[in-house]
């Protein structure tokens, strides 16, 4: 599987943006899609996951409320669209996957497939 993140700039606080990331390979086989990001000097961190079996997706407390993570099988596509940006959410965004589910979606070190990271940057 192969992924690769894009969508990512500058906007400013308050603001919107989806990042995209494209798939290909055995796209069908990947139960867990996920987003994680590193801001400079931080430990690379969860945003959000999907379990795309069970229609149901999670994300970290910051995030809660103000992103959503969706999939498009036709396009081969997994997105997160954040609104409301913070300063604080400027960061690397990778996109991750891993053929089935685990109880530990959060943890990076269970994910076998990453994008090459995208960069946001929330800024006036």
């Known amino acids: 599987v192969q992924l690769q993140a894009s969508g990512g700039g500058l906007v400013q606080p308050g603001g919107s943006l989806t990042l995209s990331c494209a798939t290909s390979?055995?796209?069908?086989?990947?139960?867990?899609m996920a987003w994680f990001r590193q801001a400079p000097g931080k430990e690379r961190e969860f945003v959000g996951a999907l379990r795309w079996s069970m229609r149901r997706t999670y994300y970290t407390d910051s995030v809660k409320g103000r992103s959503t993570i969706s999939r498009d099988n036709a396009k081969n596509t997994v997105y997160l669209q954040m609104n409301s940006l913070k300063p604080e959410d400027t960061a690397v965004y990778y996109c991750?996957?891993?053929?089935?589910?685990?109880?530990?979606?959060?943890?990076?070190?269970?994910?076998?497939?990453w994008g090459q990271g995208t960069q946001v940057t929330v800024s006036s």
């Open positions: 991750a996957a891993r053929v089935n589910w685990i109880v530990e979606y959060w943890n990076a070190r269970h994910y076998a497939y």
């Open positions: 390979g055995r796209t069908v086989s990947t139960d867990a």
